[in-house]
């Protein structure tokens, strides 16, 4: 072969094997977005990071969309209005949300109640894709699961898409992809201050209630008052949906029967810093 022709073949093939690498070279993007009341933060490691943040903010602000009691439009809005009169044909993901909710309610002896009421008030059709509140005084508020279950169904399409490591941040709720991911807890009576952190590993949802994030408008659907047995409660399971029911139960029922209720529960851990600001949590929740 020509001398120069076989340089020129080397640098081709130089070009085309540097090419080759850096397009098979995973990066990292972070991104944040308003919705639901806080931010959402993603953090994807990926060949094309931008691509699935981006179809995973299309589906939260769908999810907020459909979820959100503010908005007029929204099906718990309809339900809402509706409510003691007629059925609603829901979406897919509202009667999931719903149902869940219903689970977690008989789950937790009512403690968690998206009616704040009785959540036997609700009725749904899975067939049908409907859902009725029996009693005009009745409306649901799904503030209670709503932002862990957003960071639930984003964790199921980044794991369709092939994603192998990323972290769904939604402040108070948390799913990870791969990790282990280092998770602070914040102090509830210093947000300057962190209780101490926990590794997130793959698959695993973390969930906090608090006084600090949501702690005032938590209500014992028992009695219809505040609740004030916790100053915050940190959840860790393999659902981000379920983490954040369970977190809004336990702050409900206190550190006793909230420590009683995950203890029964398989591959659930908690941990709650009670009032006096003394720490009681599960032998399975590692503080590092």
Not at 84 to 89: K, N, T, Y
Not at 155 to 164: F, H, I, P, Q, T
Not at 201 to 210: E, I, K, N, R
Not at 253 to 259: T, V
């Amino acid at each position: 072969m020509n001398p120069k022709r076989l340089v020129t073949f080397i640098l081709i093939t130089a070009a085309v094997a540097t090419i080759m690498y850096f397009v098979g070279q995973k990066i990292s993007s972070t991104q944040s977005l308003e919705i639901m009341s806080t931010t959402l933060t993603i953090q994807v490691h990926d060949r094309h990071p931008s691509r699935h943040i981006n179809e995973a903010f299309d589906l939260a602000r769908r999810i907020d969309a459909l979820l959100s009691r503010f908005n007029p439009k929204s099906d718990v809005s309809l339900i809402n209005h509706f409510a003691g009169v007629s059925a609603i044909e829901v979406s897919p993901e509202t009667l999931e949300a719903i149902q869940l909710s219903i689970e977690m309610s008989r789950l937790t002896g009512g403690a968690f109640d998206i009616t704040k009421k009785d959540y036997s008030l609700i009725n749904t059709d899975a067939s049908l894709k409907r859902v009725k509140l029996i009693s005009e005084e009745a409306e649901i508020d799904l503030g209670g699961i709503g932002k862990g279950y957003a960071v639930e169904k984003i964790y199921a399409l980044l794991k369709e898409r092939g994603v192998k490591k990323a972290l769904i941040d939604m402040h108070s709720s948390l799913a990870a992809i791969g990790g282990p991911w280092r998770i602070g807890i914040q102090d509830p009576n210093d947000k300057e201050k962190l209780v101490g952190t926990v590794e997130l590993h793959d698959g695993q949802a973390l969930s906090t209630s608090g006084n600090y994030e949501r702690g005032d408008h938590i209500v014992n659907p028992n009695d219809k008052t505040q609740s004030s047995k916790c100053r915050s409660v940190t959840v860790l399971c393999k659902d981000a949906a379920v983490a954040d029911a369970l977190s809004t139960a336990v702050f409900v029922l206190g550190p006793e029967k909230g420590l009683e209720l995950i203890n029964s529960l398989d591959n659930t851990e908690c941990l709650i810093v009670q009032n006096d600001g003394k720490i009681v949590k599960t032998k399975g929740f590692i503080l590092l």
